[in-house]
């Protein structure tokens, strides 16, 4: 009997341990260094996250707004209000890095500051190489484009809102490297970058900010290339797309596209 009590004492001293250490879940804050600059950013980890098995993991690039140093403005607009909206059961470890005020998703550095946050959060968190997906809204669909075209066996699955190849009058600093660049069809030479990995597309009919003929041109290209990709417009909407985030169907389709094993 002794022995007995011995071994469950020992067995519940180790169980508070476990307890003790689980790891935090939610909207967490982090910080990356680069070339001496301190960043802030934030992830999102599921309420069931344990390491003992992979997780789908999400990389989402804001939008012009959220730009900054605080490491919180980048999760009040797009994927964080869904988040918000399902925190009890998103199924994804978010990554939400801040691009600093007068900066852009397309410039290289902020490409190597976002793939950095990304590539600690998968090796920390427990992260299914096989399933790490690229999100981004208004400057961030840009951005989108743009990684997409750079690292195009990276992701799984790309889901631009609200972005483009050429950027808008009002920013035109927005505007991706291969049209910088002056390539003769940016958005057919993108499509073919991006191969066939899967692609949903959202965009407002009535953007008066980013023209929808930037979301409408890349589906086109994309359909000429013999992409697989799913184009969303809705009618009488403008630049302020948060519902796409809310779109039935769209976690779900998400969860199914998975890199190839290498």
Not at 37 to 64: C, E, M
């Amino acid at each position: 009997m002794l022995k007995i009590s011995q071994s469950l004492a020992v067995i519940f001293f180790f169980s508070v341990i476990a307890s003790a250490e689980k790891h935090p879940t939610g909207f967490l804050k982090r910080a990356i260094t680069l070339d001496n600059t301190t960043n802030k950013y934030q992830v999102f980890v599921p309420s069931n996250w344990d390491s003992q098995r992979k997780w789908p993991v999400i990389l989402f690039l804001h939008g012009a707004g959220e730009r900054g140093t605080d490491g919180r403005a980048e999760t009040k607009i797009g994927i964080g209000h869904a988040i918000r909206e399902h925190a009890q059961d998103f199924p994804f470890v978010v990554v939400m890095p801040q691009c600093p005020k007068n900066q852009v998703w397309t410039d290289a550095k902020m490409q190597e500051l976002a793939l950095a946050a990304l590539d600690r959060e998968v090796r920390e968190l427990s992260g299914d190489p096989e399933r790490i997906y690229l999100t981004g809204i208004s400057m961030g669909g840009y951005g989108t484009w743009e990684l997409a075209a750079n690292y195009p066996r990276r992701f799984a699955a790309y889901v631009p809102v609200c972005g483009g190849i050429h950027g808008p009058k009002e920013f035109p600093e927005m505007t991706v490297t291969l049209a910088r660049n002056r390539s003769n069809d940016p958005y057919a030479e993108t499509a073919n970058r991006v191969g066939k990995v899967p692609v949903w597309i959202f965009h407002g009919d009535s953007d008066d900010t980013v023209s929808v003929e930037e979301s409408r041109n890349m589906n086109a290209a994309l359909h000429s290339a013999g992409g697989d990709v799913r184009y969303t417009e809705y009618p009488a909407t403008g630049h302020f797309l948060e519902k796409a985030y809310s779109e039935p169907g769209l976690w779900n389709w998400l969860l199914q596209q998975h890199l190839p094993k290498r």
